[in-house]
């Protein structure tokens, strides 16, 4: 059963630019959650998504926004990049929301974004 | 607010030698714990889920405790390897509108010869 994929692995933009990432879920999983890692602030919860509702939103402004496919791919953009955005982005697939219950998350290999 | 804080920040410690981490939470209402293990660039591993009703749970070498009345948690290694060289992520899942999963800084455990 293949694993939670991300793409790209790596990433370098510019400032005041766009990005999108991706996310292929392992199959038959209908959630999938994003976040943001950064050496000083950890693993920060970014949104949810199930069967291609939001389902929980973190504290990050509306720069970043992403959103569901019907076969569970996700996808996550980041419009007028900055510096601070530079981190590694991870995803997670589960079978259901995490409020729904003690659901496994499986997290891919993530993306590093860096920031020029 | 939903918290999660763990301690200590970091560990060394030599090969063949037993540790415990400690994740202490204030999210509310309770749904889950969750640890994790981060090997370095890559994403978290997940150890263990524990519900409310669970006091240990297992998985080889690794031990996890819950006391949901005080609202504390454990990790226990056992007979530490040098693989277990990683970031250890305490994770607090709430329930109904407080369903958020709410991440731990983490500890960094270092396994020395």
């Known amino acids: 059963k293949a694993g939670v994929t991300q793409t790209p692995r790596y990433l370098i933009k510019t400032r005041g630019q766009q990005v999108t990432l991706s996310c292929s879920p392992i199959?038959?999983?209908?959630?999938v959650s994003w976040y943001q890692q950064t050496p000083g602030q950890g693993l920060q919860f970014l949104f949810e998504?199930?069967?291609?509702?939001?389902?929980n939103k973190g504290n990050f402004p509306g720069r970043f926004s992403g959103r569901q496919f019907s076969n569970s791919r996700s996808e996550m953009n980041v419009s007028t990049l900055e510096l601070g955005d530079s981190a590694l982005y991870l995803c997670?697939?589960?079978?259901?929301?995490?409020?729904?219950?003690?659901?496994?998350?499986?997290f891919g290999p993530g993306t590093r974004l860096t920031v020029l | 607010k939903n918290q999660v804080e763990q301690s200590p920040q970091s560990l060394i410690i030599l090969e063949g030698k037993n540790c415990t981490l400690q994740?202490?939470?204030?999210?509310?209402?309770?749904?889950?714990l969750r640890w994790y293990k981060q090997d370095t660039g890559r994403g978290p591993v997940s150890l263990t889920i524990?519900?409310?009703?669970?006091n240990t749970k297992s998985n080889g070498r690794y031990t996890a405790t819950l006391d949901a009345d005080t609202k504390q948690s454990s990790l226990h290694i056992t007979a530490s390897q040098l693989s277990d060289s990683a970031s250890y992520i305490c994770?607090?899942?709430?329930?109904?509108?407080?369903?958020?999963?709410?991440f731990g800084t983490g500890t960094r455990l270092q396994v020395t010869l």
């Open positions: 997670a697939s589960s079978l259901a929301s995490a409020g729904q219950g003690a659901y496994e998350q499986f």
């Open positions: 199959s038959g999983h209908r959630s």
């Open positions: 998504y199930f069967s291609e509702t939001q389902r």
């Open positions: 994740c202490n939470y204030t999210v509310s209402p309770f749904s889950n």
């Open positions: 524990m519900t409310f009703s669970e």
């Open positions: 994770v607090v899942s709430g329930a109904g509108t407080a369903s958020k999963l709410t």
